[in-house]
């Protein structure tokens, strides 16, 4: 890691990676001011002795001029390109870059980077947990648990870092680059921040940007958009898929077959068995997915298959992901509140041969839910609908399956076991964002959990 020149930025947004790259930032003496339109008090992340003691001016709650005065802006997810800030930035001719752009500069490791629509969370969990597995000291951050900035202090040139990235952080980047970056699928989302499918998938496609012969591009072979968008790119890939055609049509990959997972190398003339996916703890078609991309960034690091396999035999799975919850009276209750779109809520009835009651609804982005009408068709028996959507809900889904109508979180558990006999599975698989009744999907999980955990 060569030394970096001193500078000036501002960082807009002081939420977690805000705070943290603030601090970062101003601990290798650069000049470093945090602006939030908010003010201090509606600020969890918020540290003011910390930032002070790092020299970080604070401007928080109101505009100031100083804001657009420093060489840089570092924006924080949150911050859409649109944001009158960014637009005035950006007129003056102010770099403006993201969170992991600027921390990237002051990291002296690998890291691999996991992006895609859905998956990414466990995906990069599990990656960072074969890692852990094999010995490597390994940091598991981005958009799950620290963010970037946070990690970099406690690394050296023999950590591994695993970065789960948005397509609002990849929007910004100028010299990122991972040593591994992973793309796990691609559908229409983010829409409203980006403006179109088009400026979505760009941004996820800057994962590759700056990536070199060293490097090394893995990709969803049954994702046909991905599949095209990447085929012209003159790096090295490695392709994941659910049939034996990603072995026919790749260099290097792996695949399942038959019940097995497979890891190949043609150039090595090598097909090796990793294990069968079976014992793969997690459960459903995408977990097979996310284990089968994980498997291939271990390998690029040369672990071994038997730590692969224990670990994919062993690993839990990451909370508020068809995270299961309780068993009562012979019904099992999952939480899969991180399912904030239609998309991952096929993918959680999917993993369910059937008698499923399903708790749905929150704030919607436009929901088209014709495309899952097969599956609650034939896996669903009763929807339960509650937040903002769920007279659209009961709308779309009233002549299909039984709809029921809930008020709260409490009252939508409670009517799905009612409504429940032993063997069926209740899950909280919302389809929706959470903001309409919760900070998050993770307090909507965790309501979710609570009541669950609670009920007699």
């Known amino acids: ?139 598991v951050c981005g958009n799950v648990g620290l963010a970037f900035s946070e990690i970099i202090d406690d690394l050296h040139e023999d950590s591994i870092v695993v970065l789960e990235v948005s397509s609002y952080q990849l929007n910004d980047i100028e010299n990122f680059k991972p040593a591994v970056g992973v793309m796990m699928n691609i559908t229409p989302d983010h829409i409203d921040w ?25 990709v969803n072979h049954d994702d046909k958009v991905l599949r095209d968008s990447v085929e012209k790119l003159s790096i090295a890939k490695s392709y994941f898929g659910l049939t034996e055609k990603t072995f026919d049509n790749c260099e290097q990959g792996a695949y399942e077959k038959e019940g097995k997972m497979f890891y190949f190398n043609k150039s090595k003339s090598f097909n090796e068995e990793i294990m069968e996916t079976r014992d793969i703890n997690i459960r459903g078609k995408h977990n097979l997915y996310n284990s089968l991309a994980a498997a291939i960034s271990a390998r690029s690091f040369g672990i071994r298959n038997e730590i692969i396999s224990s670990t994919l035999k062993a ?16 019904v099992k209750f999952f939480n899969d509140s991180k399912a904030t779109n239609v998309e991952s809520m096929i993918v959680a009835l999917e993993a369910f ?14 929901n088209d839910y014709s495309s899952v009408n097969d599956l609650v068709k034939n896996r669903v028996k009763t929807i339960v609908a509650v937040g903002e959507s769920r007279e659209n809900i009961v709308r779309h889904f009233g002549s299909i399956v039984r709809v029921i109508e809930a008020t709260s979180m409490e009252d939508a558990v409670a009517k799905a076991y009612g409504a429940s006999i032993p063997g069926d599975n209740v899950l909280l698989s919302p ?22 955990n609670s009920l007699k």
């Open 1 to 139: 890691m060569t030394e970096k020149k001193s500078s000036s930025f501002t960082v807009i947004g002081a939420g977690r990676s805000g705070v943290g790259i603030s601090k970062l930032l101003a601990s290798k003496g650069n000049q470093v001011l945090l602006y939030d339109e908010n003010s201090d008090d509606k600020l969890k992340y918020l540290d003011k002795d910390g930032l002070v003691k790092h020299g970080v001016e604070l401007c928080l709650g109101k505009w100031d001029e100083r804001i657009l005065r420093n060489n840089v802006i570092v924006k924080s997810p949150g911050v859409p390109p649109s944001s009158e800030v960014i637009v005035m930035a950006r007129s003056l001719g102010i770099k403006v870059v993201s969170e992991i752009e600027a921390a990237y500069e002051y990291c002296p490791c690998p890291i691999i980077a996991v992006t895609g629509t859905n998956g990414k969370t466990t995906t990069t969990e599990l990656t960072g947990e074969i890692f852990r597995s094999a010995g490597i000291d390994t940091k």
């Open 353 to 366: 041969e059937g008698n499923l009651i399903l708790i749905m609804g929150g704030r919607e982005k436009g």
């Open 315 to 330: 690993f839990p799975g990451v909370e508020h992901r068809i995270e299961f919850t309780r068993e009562l009276n012979g």
């Open 194 to 218: 980006h403006g179109s499918f088009e400026n979505y998938l760009t941004a996820k496609m800057r994962i590759a940007e700056n990536m070199d012969e060293e490097s090394l591009l893995v």
């Open 431 to 452: 389809a929706c964002k959470s903001f309409d009744m919760f900070e998050s999907y993770e307090h909507r999980g965790e309501v979710f959990k609570k009541i669950v």
